[in-house]
């Protein structure tokens, strides 16, 4: 079982940054892919960047591309125990949502997954708030 908990979120005025953190602790018998997802009010969850499990290939919404920018941290060579970081630049009122991160158990260390039913687990979220 792996455990996702997040953390950065905040109030920030539009044109601003912030960066999210999402420490990974759990089983390490597995390679995991990461995400950021976002839900607005009113609005499908939908994902923001992905790295795989690799950390050779990043994804990244269009919205987002240019801005935003997914990285990790191995804190060992345990996959499992790692931190996974959003910086997120230039922000808009339009980036304001609850941000989750989660992980999918992957084989493949190219995969990053974009449909959110691929990730097996998920953190507790944390607020963006963009004022204009």
């Known amino acids: 079982q792996v455990q996702l908990v997040e953390s950065g979120g905040g109030l920030v005025q539009a044109g601003g940054s912030l960066r999210l953190s999402c420490a990974a602790s759990?089983?390490?018998?597995?390679?995991?892919?990461e995400g950021w997802f976002r839900q607005a009010p009113g609005k499908e969850r939908e994902i923001v960047a992905g790295?795989?499990?690799?950390?050779?290939?990043?994804?990244?919404?269009?919205?987002v591309k240019g801005r935003f920018t997914i990285s990790r941290d191995n804190a060992s060579r345990d996959s499992a125990k790692n931190t996974v970081y959003l910086q997120m630049n230039s922000l808009k009122p339009e980036d304001t949502a609850v941000y989750f991160c989660?992980?999918?158990?992957?084989?493949?260390?190219?995969?990053?997954?974009?449909?959110?039913?691929?990730?097996?687990?998920w953190g507790q979220g944390t607020q963006v708030t963009v004022s204009s």
């Open positions: 989660a992980a999918a158990t992957d084989r493949d260390p190219w995969a990053v997954p974009v449909d959110g039913d691929k990730y097996e687990y």
């Open positions: 759990g089983r390490a018998d597995s390679h995991y892919s």
């Open positions: 790295i795989s499990w690799s950390g050779t290939r990043l994804y990244y919404a269009d919205s």
